[in-house]
């Protein structure tokens, strides 16, 4: 009989352990732009850091999701978690001695990019034998509620903590990792279907992850997809905080605004299992695009901030649905020699998105004035829908409780190419 999600141990501790570190790592990324703002009293190099960051986990993406298939995924976890306490612990350590300096600001920056990009390959590649396949739909939302609620609290409590002292939030930063990387030792990672490969070209690696996202039909369109929508939504995102300032919104109401983002996002997360129970892949997937279709130039008429915080919780409720079902389909249909790969693959398309959406955001409402810039981001968005809805691909989508694991599917274990789905009849599901 399996056993309750609620009843794994192994989900238990690796949920507890990361909810912790999501929250410290979110109150060290309110606190570094204003640590360095005072240190240098330059707004330039306070985006510098947090640029850092963020291009350090483009950068290393792939070569992460790559050794996440080569080495022990436990290890991994564990090595992260003890190098990350390290770096932010060193600044508490400069802040105390007043050796600060930006260059090893931004080293620390770099060495969290850089931990955070190997450790979601390990972890997500590990879900599959944590959980089994029944309730991996159910673990991949609770994950995702775990990323909201950590990145709320976080961000809460490290404004706060920054007041108290510069070193605080880097100082809490640190203590919630080593208590995540405690927890994590007690978690019984599954056995490898597959010894881990000892040598080999990493190069050669990671473009079999990329080669193997490509050949699944499937897996190309959503990524096509949701990439399209992350970009004009983040542009989207940009324009409606620019427009909302210029409307007269308060500094306290925007910071509502985007806070409504994140219940949404973990409102959304809770009944994602319910919803992904009942609603086909492509129903699922589709009225994400309809819903942001619908809703997205209703901003262009509101002026009252707490209004437009409601109108983010509205968007955010259907999306972990849609991730939910194309994430476990993703994961039973992959390999698990690959599934480190792949995890890496899709972190880093969508990063690749997220930062070019708010640059071009920036352009379009510089360049038009504030309802014509919602409407540009508006039809992009419906542009994107149209296609979503006609797609082949997508009314086809398989459900996800008629797939096995892939491990224990021998016909999709082809070492050099990517295995090919068998076309299965289904009920029209979205993402």
Known sequence: MTTRLSRNRNYGLLWGSQAL?????????????????????????????????????????????????????????????????????????????????????????????????????????????????????????????????????????????????????FAYDVLVHLVSLVALTFVRAPRREAPPAEGGHLLKEMAEGLRWVWSERHVRVTVACAVSLNFFFSAYYIVIIVLAKERGVTSGE???????????????????????????????????????????????????????????????????????????????????????????VMGVIGGVSAATGPAFGGVVVQAFPGTDAVVLCAAGIALVTLVVTISPTLRRFPRTDTLLPAETAPAKTAPKTAPKTASTKTEEKSS
Not at 58 to 69: E, K, R, T
Not at 110 to 130: I, N, Q, T, Y
């Open 254 to 344: 925007i910071g509502v605004m985007a806070a409504m983002l994140g219940v949404g996002g973990v409102v959304g997360s809770l009944i994602a299992p319910y919803l992904q129970r009942r609603l086909s892949p492509y129903v699922s997937i589709m009225s994400v695009f309809w819903v942001l279709t619908l809703l997205t130039p209703l901003a262009a008429v509101i002026h009252d901030g707490y209004l437009l915080g409601a109108l983010f919780v509205a968007m955010a409720l259907l999306p972990p649905t849609a991730n939910t079902t194309i994430g476990t389909y993703q994961l039973l249909l992959t390999p698990d020699r690959l599934r480190g790969r792949l995890t890496s």
């Open 21 to 169: 570190s999501e929250a410290g790592f979110s109150a060290s990324m309110i606190a570094l732009p204003l640590l360095v703002l005072a240190v240098s009293g330059s707004p330039a190099l306070s985006g510098l850091v947090l640029g850092v960051d963020a291009m350090a986990q483009l950068v290393a993406g792939l070569p992460a999701g790559a050794l996440a298939d080569r080495w022990e995924r436990k290890k991994i976890l564990l090595g992260c978690e003890a190098v990350y306490a390290l770096a932010v612990g060193s600044l508490v350590a400069a802040i105390w001695w007043d050796a600060l300096t930006i260059p090893h600001v931004v080293a620390v920056a770099a060495a969290m990019g850089c931990c955070r990009s190997l450790f979601g390959p390990a972890e997500g590649a590990m879900l599959a034998g944590v959980v089994p396949a029944a309730q991996l739909p159910t673990a991949l939302a609770m994950n995702s509620a775990r990323g909201a609620l950590g990145q709320l609290s976080g961000t809460a409590v490290g404004g706060f903590l920054y007041g108290v002292g510069r070193a605080v939030p």
